[in-house]
């Protein structure tokens, strides 16, 4: 009895462990297939939720649903989280919109060409604390259009 019941165990551990293996294995796979949204040059130095980059031309990789890469100039950029926006109407062209205080730009939204749904970063504390030192008043807007790169 006891040796059908640590078989029994045993055999399930190792189902546990094959399933959790082959999830691994799928979600790196998954990871590594990224999509070039666009190149775009950026001529001011901005920031993200995270980080501060300097002006140049960027590479803006869509690495999963919510996980955006930049890469710049000389190695400038990194890893974006963002969550999902959508418009009523879909967008003609691709954009990159900044929120502006003073001269602080910081990224907001991804926008791809023919798709309602976008990409929104959340405000930083540096954002929050900008926004505060302005009194609460909304920023203003600076959009850069860009072409989509075509996905072979």
Request: aromatic content about 8%.
């Amino acid at each position: 009895m006891k040796n059908i019941r640590l078989t029994s165990i045993l055999n399930s551990s190792l189902v546990v462990c094959a399933l959790t293996i082959g999830t691994l294995a799928s979600t790196q796979s998954a990871s590594a297939q990224s999509t070039t949204l666009a190149e775009v040059t950026i001529p001011f130095a901005f920031q993200t939720t995270t980080q501060t980059l300097p002006a140049g031309t960027y590479r803006i990789d869509r690495e999963s649903t919510y996980l955006v890469r930049l890469q710049g100039p000389s190695n400038a950029g990194g890893f974006v989280m963002m969550h999902v926006a959508v418009k009523s109407h879909a967008a003609d062209h691709g954009s990159l919109v900044f929120d502006r205080y003073g001269d602080k730009y910081f990224l907001r939204q991804i926008w791809t060409a023919g798709e309602t749904g976008g990409l929104e970063c959340p405000k930083s504390r540096a954002e929050k604390e900008s926004l505060q030192a302005k009194n609460n008043q909304a920023p203003s807007t600076t959009e850069l259009a860009f072409n989509s790169i075509p996905q072979h």
